[in-house]
């Protein structure tokens, strides 16, 4: 009961600061390239996550972008999930998205601007040309992020691994960082409407370089990244 209460006084409040913090991004993007505002990204992200309750921390040592591009593989718990990347992350990132999102409004504008490639994860010739397309944006030195998960977890468990983000690691080379997210999914999970105080913390693992796993199959790669990540969330 009490928790329900103190979700119901969030909400309002969070859902007004999310809609000025768009609006103010959604006229900056109309002027600036996505990369060239990312600051104002993080800013909007940490107040985002300071008006839903969440304290929010960073471990580990984040990628010298001098050094990118980089793929950043996360785990999947929550809505938080995307501040907590955005405010972590150093530098402008792009990555795919459901298509389903672009339909929304606002938030498909600001995705489509951004540079988020559409995906439909259901369609495997359609997911693939996605994922093409991100392989191109990353050979023109753009790092990018994916979810492997492909979809919020439902127990906040790591679910299985998707291989489409360990084909574009092996196709491009690129240097994969591993991210764990921990206290989004006691935030505010799939299943559940309140958002719940609680502390956020982004984890950067070691990068994973081209040279460790040329020789790796996909199925090796994906399991790999998968038990670096349950290793940071435990």
């Not at 580990?60 to 785990?75: A, E, F």
Request: aromatic share 12%.
């Amino acid at each position: 009961m009490f928790s329900a209460i103190i979700s119901i006084i969030i909400w309002p409040i969070w859902g007004i600061v999310f809609l000025f913090g768009t609006i103010i991004y959604s006229l900056a993007i109309i002027v600036f390239p996505a990369n060239k505002i990312h600051k104002l990204a993080q800013i909007i992200a940490r107040i985002c996550m300071i008006f839903g309750a969440q304290w929010f921390n960073i471990e580990g040592l984040k990628p010298d972008k001098s050094k990118g591009p980089y793929l950043y593989l996360i785990n999947h718990q929550s809505l938080f999930d995307a501040f907590m990347i955005v405010a972590a992350v150093p530098h402008y990132f792009t990555g795919v998205g459901a298509i389903e999102q672009f339909s929304y409004p606002v938030w498909g504008f600001l995705a489509k601007r951004y540079g988020v490639i559409p995906i439909v994860r259901q369609e495997r010739s359609s997911a693939i040309t996605s994922l093409k397309k991100l392989e191109n944006v990353i050979n023109n030195g753009t790092s990018a992020m994916i979810a492997p998960e492909g979809t919020r977890s439902l127990d906040g468990k790591l679910s299985n691994f998707k291989k489409g983000a360990f084909y574009v690691a092996k196709n491009t080379g690129i240097t994969i960082i591993p991210i764990g997210l921990k206290g989004a999914y006691k935030a505010k999970n799939k299943k559940d409407w309140r958002i719940r105080p609680s502390i956020l913390t982004t984890v950067f693992g070691e990068p994973i370089t081209q040279s460790h796993y040329e020789n790796m199959t996909v199925d090796m790669l994906a399991e790999k990244v998968k038990m670096e990540i349950q290793t940071m969330i435990n």
